[in-house]
């Protein structure tokens, strides 16, 4: 209303409440329209509107996609946590 510039962000993956699914990563990743600007983008999970956040199988999806061996999972984007 009064000409402020508010910035936002909606994930790639289309989700506010991913469940960390091999499908929400690689949306994440083939959906990011800024690449050429911003090379990574953000996956956003767990239960939201009151639902109580990340459960642990969500927690230990992340670590096994992150993978800090460096070998990964065949086929899966690598991924990170990290705060925003």
């Known amino acids: 209303l009064d000409g402020t510039a ?3 962000h909606f994930p790639p993956s289309n989700t506010y409440a991913s469940q960390v699914g091999v499908g929400d990563l690689m949306a994440s990743a083939t959906n990011n329209k800024d690449r050429d600007r911003a090379p990574c983008s953000m996956l956003l999970f767990g239960n939201g509107d009151g639902g109580g ?12 996609f992150a993978d800090p061996e460096g070998e990964g999972v065949d086929g899966v984007i690598r ?5 925003p």
């Open 6 to 8: 508010v910035l936002t």
């Open 53 to 64: 956040g990340p459960t642990e199988a969500m927690c230990e999806a992340i670590d096994r």
């Open 79 to 83: 991924c990170q946590t990290a705060s």
